[in-house]
């Protein structure tokens, strides 16, 4: 969802967890407290609350990038959470529904919602009332505010569904050739220098020590400075995968190691990307040799984006 920058990195085993961001980040100690005593038991039949994936490009037709079962399901809604309700619109505007899209209910969560209305969003769903929880681009929930949602869902007894779609970190994961028995997404590396180069330390520690993928992103403007950052601090036979534009007409893949990476410039373009990293197989793959700063790349930039999942 947002792109605004932050300073502190987000940490989830898998693909799954919250990208450390304002207006992305899912502080679960945030979460209104329920009441302890919710009183009587409802007679009314909870809603289901849907999650669904949208294109991970604005311009994607969601026909040709969403499966029928999970066409059929947003066809059916007439009540959505978003994050932006223009965006959300402009994808359910290419979709046959069964109600017209001026009749559709929106709600907004996005880093100007404050957490004491997040519990006011489930009104329809204990009302009866299905919902479909939309990100601007790829998976809810996922380095997405929508988590808190869910987690009240949760804990209300509202029946959560995940909806199959597009996911940008199990693309780039599946594209990279690393471990993908065990890999870990921790969402965005510090924007401060000494924190950022100690944070991707560690994690090479980690990726060597557990034969580890580690998955990263970047609000795309910061894509070039924190590619450079890797190149420069990683030991050179650590892989480095940078994907970007997933799915998309522009889409660029590619794995190599560092030292590789390092015999020519490279300009990144301020697109969704997703970075990954392992060290490689073999006698020393479990340990991270000394290693010295290469020649940092040249630094050039296109134009931006936001970000996707």
């Known amino acids: 969802?947002?792109?605004?920058?932050?300073e502190t990195p987000g940490d989830a085993s898998a693909a799954s967890g919250s990208a450390s961001r304002p207006g992305a980040e899912v502080r679960f100690d945030?979460?209104?407290?329920?009441?302890?005593?919710?009183?009587?038991?409802?007679?009314?039949?909870?809603?289901?609350?849907?999650?669904?994936?949208?294109?991970?490009g604005p311009d994607q037709d969601p026909r040709e990038n969403l499966p029928p079962a999970t066409l059929a399901v947003i066809a059916g809604l007439e009540c959505f959470i978003v994050e932006n309700a223009k965006s959300a619109r402009a994808v359910l505007r290419r979709l046959p529904l069964a109600c017209p899209l001026q009749a559709i209910e929106m709600s907004e969560l996005n880093e100007h919602?404050?957490?004491?209305?997040?519990?006011?969003?489930?009104?329809?769903?204990l009302a009866g009332r299905s919902v479909g929880l939309m990100s601007d681009a790829g998976c809810?929930?996922?380095?997405?505010?929508?988590?808190?949602?869910?987690?009240?869902?949760h804990r209300q007894g509202i029946r959560v569904v995940p909806l199959v779609?597009?996911?940008s970190l199990l693309l780039a994961l599946m594209a990279s050739g690393m471990n993908g028995q065990s890999f870990s997404f921790v969402g965005y590396l510090p924007v401060a220098a000494p924190e950022r180069v100690a944070r991707i330390q560690a994690l090479e520690r980690r990726a060597g020590a557990e034969s580890q993928t580690q998955i990263v992103i970047e609000t795309p403007y910061r894509n070039q400075a924190?590619?450079?950052a890797l190149i420069e601090v990683l030991a050179p036979d650590t892989l480095v995968g940078v994907a970007t534009d997933l799915t998309l007409p522009g889409e660029r893949i590619r794995v190599s190691s560092v030292v590789q990476?390092?015999?020519?410039?490279?300009?990144l373009p301020r697109s969704p990307t997703v970075f990954t990293l392992a060290r490689p197989p073999g006698p020393q793959g479990g340990s991270r040799p000394a290693?010295?700063?290469?020649?940092?790349?040249?630094?050039?930039?296109?134009s931006g984006s936001p970000r996707r999942r």
């Open 113 to 125: 919602t404050p957490a004491e209305r997040w519990p006011t969003l489930l009104a329809p769903l």
């Open 261 to 267: 990476w390092r015999q020519a410039a490279h300009s």
């Open 291 to 302: 290693s010295r700063p290469g020649p940092r790349a040249a630094v050039s930039a296109t």
């Open 30 to 56: 945030q979460v209104a407290p329920l009441p302890a005593n919710p009183g009587p038991a409802r007679k009314t039949e909870q809603g289901t609350l849907y999650l669904i994936p949208v294109p991970l």
């Open 226 to 228: 924190l590619f450079e």
């Open 1 to 6: 969802m947002s792109s605004t920058p932050r």
């Open 140 to 153: 809810p929930a996922v380095a997405d505010p929508g988590g808190a949602v869910v987690a009240l869902a």
């Open 165 to 167: 779609g597009p996911s």
